[in-house]
């Protein structure tokens, strides 16, 4: 059976270049949107494809994203070795060693795992940094966002658009209804401060705010007053 073919050929034209009389001809691929040729070398072919500008967005990053890419994987620098030998060694390889680590486990073991609380607080962190800067929940369903978020964390699932605007806002919204009660529970005089405006799509909105005067300001305030 063959070598299975590399997804990049879809985007060049195959050719054979003429040569002299006597030598083979080579396998040559013409790329479809700026023309340059390249010998039979799939790994610069995909390189031309994610550094021309005007390749199409998606294509550009299939080949600079592994993970979008199934083909990456096999990637490897030339050793001067046919890619059968270049296999054969790492499989020799992998199968009689291992790499220890300082914790005395291997690297062929180490797998990222992620325990169910550690993920409850990844989430409320999330959705806090979506609610504090008026972030859209539509962000969460971002394809680069996912794409990001699974390398830099592979065992971590950004919550769902539904979770972060239902459970999560209003687990957030208790904590702030809390924080607040006992804040004004601790103050000693409180300042109230009202401020109206319309929204984008004109309706009519009062700001409340509740504002503790610290006490530290008050005998500033004094000290300042009888200079």
Sequence with gaps: MGRKERSVWKHYTKFKKPTKKGKPSYLHGKCNFCGTVYLSN????????????????????KYMNPSMNPSANSRRPSTGMSQSEGEDKENESSSSSTVPTNSGRTIQGFMDTMHSNEKQVLDRMFARALFSSSTPHLFVENQFVKLFMERLRPSYELPSRNK??????????????????????????MALLTDGWTDINGIALINIIFRSIDSKIENMKTILGNL
């Design 42 to 61: 799939a790994l610069r072919m995909e390189k031309h494809l994610t550094s021309y500008k005007n390749a199409p967005w998606n294509i550009r990053d």
């Design 164 to 189: 972060i605007s239902t459970t999560l806002l209003e687990k957030e919204y208790e904590l702030l209804q809390k924080l607040v009660r006992e804040k004004i529970k601790s103050s000693d005089c």
